[in-house]
Each structure stands twice: as structure tokens, then as C-alpha cells.
């Protein structure tokens, strides 16, 4: 099949693009590098089933020369602190925007990126796609991300009920592993890494008590595979997250981290910020996905823990400390 990522030099892209050019796919990839680096699609380079286009989603001109089977839309402003909340809602929009209209136009089927953010302050765990979406105050722009992608999700649908776009939303829980952003872009892993190999102290946001469960990128990218070569994924949103059981704080992370870069004996450190230091900010205290509905359809299994995709991760990192 012909698959077009949007977002194809950041994390989550070039991971994929890595994988289906081993199943035999043909990848066109954009990317206009803002959190993206080239250095994740080197591999790609002279691959004969392998097209880059350098451009930004949000101009429409940027897709017109090109035609795929799927198209998985990765591209995003994920975190408002990093630019803005406006930034965040219109980029967003734009973007999807002008794929959803790409895809109607060529009948390609989009596949678009959401996020475990959309369950907000769901304080029911484990979350099912039905589950409800609990947002925070619009005055708190953390929000604008998650409410972005429960936009996007609504966008999609109504465009699949009025124009017939087929569509797979998959909502990710935090993914890691190799060509992770090394800044809180790509989530903790990677700080907390750099900061354990430099041995100074890992800033937690909070007292750590919050909760996240990770995926390695291994499983989140077998995900979207399974979503791009099973037809039964059309028209359904999926939970994209890993094994149960998964779950850890934020200060286990920290301190899990610490111990595999620097031996079991090694204590911690640890720097707590409190969360007013941020603003008007608030977090989510807990988030677990009920994956069953992925794993039934899909006929799919996520395959790694969190020690061993931790190890991975590390091991990957070492060549970036300096
Ligand atoms: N990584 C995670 O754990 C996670 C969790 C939940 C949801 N997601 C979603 O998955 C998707 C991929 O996440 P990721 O971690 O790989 O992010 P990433 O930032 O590493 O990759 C996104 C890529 O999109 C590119 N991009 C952004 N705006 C663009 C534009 N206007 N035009 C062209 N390219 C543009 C960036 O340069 C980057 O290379 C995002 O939509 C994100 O919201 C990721």
C-alpha cells in the first residue's frame, strides 16, 4: 500500500515509517521539522519505496502533488508551554483540516493520531473509548491540546457521517523509545534519562504521585500497523497503549530510571517543582487504557514491559549525553 505520515521526522513517524518499509509498504513522508529531526529518517534516505517532502501541513498546497491508499496524520503542536494555546488550537485545525479534505478528495482513509489527554479528569480507571471526556476550565491552557484532539476526533466523524471519509482514531498513551524528542516534547523518559546519565537531579513535576502508563514505540507503531492492514479498524477508535498493569508514577519512573542507568545500589535524585511554578496548570492524576478493544479487533498484542522498553530506550539515548 501507498502511506502518507504527516509528522514523518518526529518520534512516533519515523518509527513507523521504519516498519512498514520493512512490510513492503511505500511511505511518503511530510515533515516541516519543527520538532522533527532528520537524523530519525536517515535510514530512509536512498530507500526506493521512501519519498520526503520538507513543507508544513497547514499550507493545503503541501499535499497536492501526492496520493496515498491511507494516511496516518501525526503531525501535531502537542504541548501549549512550548508555544502557545492559540497555536495549538489553529495548527491543529489546519492541519487536519486540510487532510480530511485530501483524503474525501482521493478516497484515501486518514488515520489520525488522538490522546489519552482526551479523558482529562476521568477519575474512572481504566479508560474504554466510551468512557467519558472530562476537560478542565478553558481559562487553564493545558487543555487546548486535549480539547484539539476531541475536535479533531469530532471532526473526523461528522466528516465520515456527511462526505463517507473512513477513518481509525487511535489514542495514544504515552509512547518512548528510540528517536524520542530529548526535551519534555517527547514526555519524561527522556529528561529523566539525560538527567540520571549526568547524574543531577530529576526535576518531578508535583510530588510524582500522578500516573501515566507508557507504551514502548515498538507497540504503539505494531498498533497502527494492525489499524493500516486490517480493514476491521475502519470507522472505530481504539485505545493504543500497552500491556495491563502497566501503570507507574511519575516518581517511580524517576527513580526506576535512575537505578537502570546507575546501578540498583545508586540513590536517586530527585528535585520536586510544584505545580504553581507553571502557571495556571493542572495535571491528570491517573491514566490507564482498557486496550481489550484494540487487542479483540485487531487481533493484537503489546509485547513489551516497562523495564525492558526502558532499557531499550536508555541504551538508544547514550550516544545523545554529552
Ligand atoms: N508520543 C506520545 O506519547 C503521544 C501520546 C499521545 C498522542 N500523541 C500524538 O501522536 C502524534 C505523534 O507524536 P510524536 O510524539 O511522534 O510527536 P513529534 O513531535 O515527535 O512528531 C510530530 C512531527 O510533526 C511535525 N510537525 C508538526 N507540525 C507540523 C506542520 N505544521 N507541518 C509539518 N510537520 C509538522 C514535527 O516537526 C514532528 O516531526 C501527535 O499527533 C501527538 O499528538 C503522541
Known sequence: MEILITGVAGFIGSNLAERLLERGHTVIGVDNLNYGFMRNIEFAKNHANFKFIMGDIANPLILNTVKADIVVHLASQKIPRYTNALRTLEENYLMLRNV????IQDKSKIIFASTSDVYGKNPNIPFSEKSDLVMGPTTVKRWAYALSKMYGEQYIIANHDEY????????????????????????????????????????????????????YVDDTVMALVACIENNKSDNEIFNTGSKEGGEISIKDLAILIWKLVNGKDSEPMLNYIPYATFGNYEDVMRRVPDISKLCNTLNFQPTWDLQKGLKAAIEWQKKYIT
Open 100 to 103: 480530511v479534505q485530501k483524503c
Open 164 to 215: 463517507g471519509l473512513t477513518y481509525t482514531i487511535t489514542r495514544f498513551f504515552g509512547s518512548y523509545g528510540p528517536h524520542q524528542n530529548l526535551t519534555w516534547w517527547g514526555g519524561p523518559q527522556s529528561v529523566f534519562i539525560e538527567k540520571a546519565y549526568k547524574k543531577i537531579p530529576i526535576d518531578i513535576h508535583g510530588d510524582g504521585s500522578q500516573t501515566r502508563t507508557f507504551t
